[in-house]
């Protein structure tokens, strides 16, 4: 009880290097780990850094050459080995951020679908 319910809008595509998908959040760059049309799951090292519920702001993306300023609250935190897992649900895209989302989502999909 008390716990708000997360609601996934759909789901996460794994992501390689070979994706060419950099993230910096407050200046900072993670390790994309995973991505959707609304959402990045990433890996770090320190707990502290990242709350569930917290919003961040500052979130820049780079796909394919591009880069995308979004803002994003942070939906889960979770291990993942030695380190954690952060799930942010990006807030407020414009129509060319949620383009450029989904047209990487379903290039990673169609290439994952291709080696099965």
Known sequence: MGHAQ???????????????IKLKVDGKEYE???LSNHGIGFRFSTLALFKTGSTVEEIELTIGGQQLRLAGRVIHVSRLGEDYLCGID????TETSRRSLESSVSRIRTRLFKEE
């Open 32 to 34: 994309v780990i995973n």
């Open 6 to 20: 997360i609601v996934r809008h759909d789901f996460r595509v794994p992501v390689s290097s070979s994706d060419a």
């Open 90 to 93: 990006l807030l407020n895209l």
